[in-house]
């Protein structure tokens, strides 16, 4: 089964409301990272966070990872109608060659 | 400096027949995986190319296959398909590892 799984499936804001989505997975990482894909295109790197830290900032994104929950979450402040896409949360399961890739968070913000 | 292409952009095939899809990693880049994106089972890993070898594999059968040139390009093969191959095919690169990988905009493929 797959390593990521985000929380919730969907989401639909207002544009200026913040969006936040979570990511659990099963084994020890050494990092996790996050993606953004618009309309079934490729994937955006967004950030990626390694498992010693326990937050990253990066724009309006905030990340966190608390390892011993297995557990990740991703904030977007500030939304606008741009963000509207699906995010993915990525880990390596300490392999450190493949990713294992949740099934995605759908974000809608509505202007 | 260009990004990860993808040829082609789409395909249509009839099951039993075989398709190659290509991937250009961006200047550099050593590394190459393979995703297919399916709706009910999301991203999953196909396999992964550095300096010509496989470094891991997904789950997938042997139906399945890749290879890398010497420039790092990269092709998979997928033979004798199957209507559930219907999938949009993401190939990535990355310097060395899997860091921060660079998505290509996809090969939809789509099996009649």
């Known amino acids: 089964s797959q390593q990521g799984e985000e929380d919730p499936q969907a989401l639909s804001i207002q544009e200026g409301e913040n969006a936040t989505m979570n990511c659990s997975y099963k084994t020890s990482i050494n990092n996790l990272q996050w993606y953004r894909q618009n309309s079934g295109r490729g994937l955006v790197h967004l950030i990626l966070?390694?498992?010693?830290?326990r937050e990253k900032h990066s724009g309006r994104l905030r990340v966190t990872l608390d390892t011993s929950k297995k557990s990740s979450s991703l904030l977007i402040t500030a939304s606008r109608a741009a963000d509207t896409a699906s995010y993915f949360c990525a880990t390596d399961a300490n392999t450190g060659n493949q990713f294992y890739f949740g099934t995605g968070t759908s974000l809608t913000v509505i202007p | 400096k260009a990004g990860v292409t993808q040829t082609p952009r789409y395909l249509i095939k009839t099951r039993g027949q075989q398709v190659t899809l290509s991937c250009s990693p961006i200047s550099g880049h050593r590394s190459v995986s393979w995703y297919q994106q399916t709706p009910g089972q999301g991203l999953q890993f196909l396999f992964e190319?550095?300096?010509?070898?496989?470094?891991n594999k997904g789950n997938f059968p042997g139906r399945f296959s890749g290879r890398q040139f010497s420039n790092s390009r990269s092709e998979m093969n997928v033979s004798t398909l199957e209507l559930g191959d219907s999938a949009l095919y993401l190939c990535?690169?990355?310097?060395?590892?899997?860091?921060?990988?660079?998505f290509g905009p996809g090969t939809r493929l789509t099996v009649l």
């Open positions: 990535a690169s990355s310097l060395v590892s899997v860091d921060e990988q660079f």
């Open positions: 190319y550095f300096s010509e070898t496989q470094r």
């Open positions: 966070i390694r498992s010693n830290e």
